[in-house]
């Protein structure tokens, strides 16, 4: 018999949990969330008692026994920047995310969930690859003013997951190899893999091209302008850069798929969006192609945007000058958190601590 894992990614519209033996996925599940449900809490942490109790009855409803589980592990939140990897959940780390999150992020549940159901069986609770794993270069960290640090918030996880998959099926290892992956879902963010350390990326919540959701990086002097007119509150202007952003702000959806059909149905402004969301994709890769001076080994697109063969065409096209392009559509999370766990149980790596 094989270890069971329980694994829990919580995102910004859906829950996705999986129940492993060893890397054999038993089942998944993807609990969606409206946004009426969603945008009944001021802030992340005020979901977890919603999602947690949702994860359980979708447990119950499959019948599945949760003594039988030897380990729990979540997505890993927007704590303090860490390097990546395996880690216990902690008082340290759970405070940190409850009361002092980088951002707030649906990652930011994954590890109290996480423990909220280990504890009462007796058995670890682990993060992998968090949205803050920062393994940034020093000169990539400067922005243009000493009071503002570039930061990372990205899709970690994920980004790794599928850069180690696709050496694995290149015969290669993931540290002889310098990619660029380029995660395209709610929100976008473009990583350097240098070696196997991601030595630059956009911070998918603020920097970058706009997303479904997100405004992205904006012009400075009139956001400054849009701040301080006295019309928006703190919290008003954050939903705009967050959540109502990008195509919801354009269109009023973050729905790519409804974008598309609009577009292609005679909507020009649709048509118009969206391309402007390409156009804005393919500029941010080709920026952060200099980071390995235009010697990239594959470029990878990943992320549940990806599907959308519109999108990848049209970016192919713009890009694939700068380096062969592989297609790896929406996500290989959950299998890497389970793997993550697995290594630690099998003695293959040691959890750290979070401090």
Not at 72 to 91: L, S
Request: contains cysteine; aromatic residues 8%; glycine residues 10%.
């Amino acid at each position: 018999m094989g270890y069971k894992i329980l694994v829990i990614n919580p995102g910004s519209t859906s829950t996705k949990i999986g129940v492993f033996e060893d890397e054999k996925l038993i089942f998944e599940e993807t609990i969606r969330h409206s946004a009426e449900e969603i945008h009944k809490y001021d802030v992340i942490f005020d979901q977890y008692e919603f999602r947690k109790d949702l994860i359980l009855e979708a447990l119950e409803k499959k019948s599945f026994d949760l003594k039988s589980l030897d380990v729990v592990v979540g997505r890993g939140g927007a704590m303090k920047p860490v390097e990546g990897g395996t880690y216990a959940v902690n008082d340290a780390m759970l405070y940190d995310l409850e009361f002092r999150p980088q951002v707030q992020h649906a990652s930011n549940l994954g590890a109290a969930i996480a423990v909220e159901i280990a504890k009462p069986l007796g058995i670890p609770a682990f993060i992998i690859d968090p949205v803050v794993v920062d393994e940034l270069e020093d000169v990539a960290r400067i922005s243009g003013i000493p009071l503002i640090e570039r930061k990372t918030g990205f899709h970690a996880l994920n980004q790794r997951a599928i850069a180690k998959r696709f050496a694995r099926e290149q015969g290669k290892g993931y540290t002889e190899l310098d990619l660029i992956v380029v995660h395209i879902g709610g929100g976008v963010s473009v990583g350097v893999h240098k070696k196997g350390r991601i030595v630059d990326v956009n911070h998918a919540t603020h920097e970058g091209p706009f997303t479904p959701e997100r405004a992205g990086e904006l012009p400075t002097e009139p956001l400054a302008q849009l701040c301080f007119s006295g019309k928006y509150s703190m919290n008003e202007i954050r939903k705009m850069l967050v959540g109502k952003g990008g195509m919801a702000a354009y269109l009023g959806t973050n729905d790519v798929r409804e974008v598309e059909q609009r577009a292609f149905s005679g909507d020009d402004k649709a048509k118009l969006i969206l391309d402007a969301f390409i156009y804005q994709v393919a500029k941010e890769i080709g920026k952060y192609s200099v980071v390995l001076c235009g010697e990239v080994d594959a470029i990878i697109l990943t992320g549940g945007v990806a599907y959308s063969k519109y999108i990848t065409d049209s970016l192919i096209k713009m890009i694939s000058f700068i380096g062969p392009i592989f297609l790896y559509p929406g996500e290989d999370e959950l299998l890497a958190l389970a793997q993550g766990g697995l290594r630690v149980l099998k003695g293959e790596e040691e959890a750290k601590e979070y401090k």
